[in-house]
Nanobody, 115 residues
Framework: QVQLVESGGGLVQPGGSLRLSCAASGSVFWIGDMGWYRQAPGKQRELVALISSGGTTNYADSVKGRFAISRDNAKNTVTLQMNSLKPEDTAVYSC?????????WGQGTQVTVSS
């Protein structure tokens, strides 16, 4: 089992920045892809950004150029730097990790972009 704990959400004004972190614990060996997903009220969960164990990244078109995902394999953490935030980025952001064919999720952290 892998436990994922997110931190760093909150309220920010449009144009502002937030940094989300996700710490993995438990059976962390052989964790593969890690990613951030988000779900806004009334909408389906969507992929925000993905990073492989080797550092290859993939972003949703809506966040390209504004968000950056990174990971520290030694510390078993994945981070999402979010810049130039827009009201439409408001959602619950959840961390995700894949390990040996299983998918694990964190509990989620709320990000609200509002003036």
């Amino acid at each position: 089992q892998v436990q994922l704990v997110e931190s760093g959400g909150g309220l920010v004004q449009p144009g502002g920045s937030l940094r989300l972190s996700c710490a993995a614990s438990g059976s962390v060996f052989w964790i593969g892809d890690m990613g951030w997903y988000r779900q806004a009220p009334g909408k389906q969960r969507e992929l925000v950004a993905l990073i492989s164990s080797g550092g290859t990244t993939n972003y949703a078109d809506s966040v390209k150029g504004r968000f950056a995902i990174s990971r520290d394999n030694a510390k078993n953490t994945v981070t999402l730097q979010m810049n130039s935030l827009k009201p439409e980025d408001t959602a619950v952001y959840s961390c995700n990790a894949k390990r040996l064919g299983l998918i694990f999720w964190g509990q989620g952290t709320q990000v609200t972009v509002s003036s």
